[in-house]
């Protein structure tokens, strides 16, 4: 169905469809992408976190998503990607093209993504977080 509507669209020679990937394939798709769009319409088919969006960034892609689920936790709107509203389908459209007219901006947002990924989403990160967590919990009880 999207291969005959990039077909339809004229797009089809600027789209890659690759089906599954490895995971440890990943990085070099992410890397290889210009953007990562993964818009969630939030039909019951809610993005809890937003993994994917930190592992484009963590690539130096930055990413397109929506404002449901966890996405707003992974995309810093205008910093690492954009986020649209859920369904919208020209704001996508308009984001997008945002970006691959602008390739300053992309680079700009890239940069950011990869320094997010690399900082806020750390193993490091993730170890304080929890150990405040732990220690909230600790001092609680």
Do not use: W
Request: include cysteine; aromatic fraction near 10%.
């Amino acid at each position: 169905m999207l291969k005959a509507l990039a077909q339809d669209l004229g797009a089809s020679e600027a789209i890659r469809f690759f089906g599954y990937v490895a995971e440890q394939d990943l990085p070099f798709y992410y890397g290889a992408a210009d953007i990562h769009v993964m818009p969630s319409t939030c039909d019951g088919d809610v993005e809890g976190f937003g993994i994917s969006f930190i592992e484009a960034a963590a690539c130096g892609t930055p990413s397109i998503g929506s404002r449901s689920g966890g996405i707003p936790d992974a995309i810093m709107d205008g910093k690492t990607g954009f986020l649209v509203e859920p369904g919208d389908v020209g704001e996508l459209a308009t984001r997008i093209t945002a970006l691959m007219r602008n390739e300053d901006l992309c680079k700009q947002l890239a940069t950011n993504a990869y320094q997010t990924a690399s900082t806020r989403f750390s193993g490091e990160a993730f170890a304080e977080t929890l150990s405040c967590a732990f220690q909230y919990t600790v001092l609680a009880q």
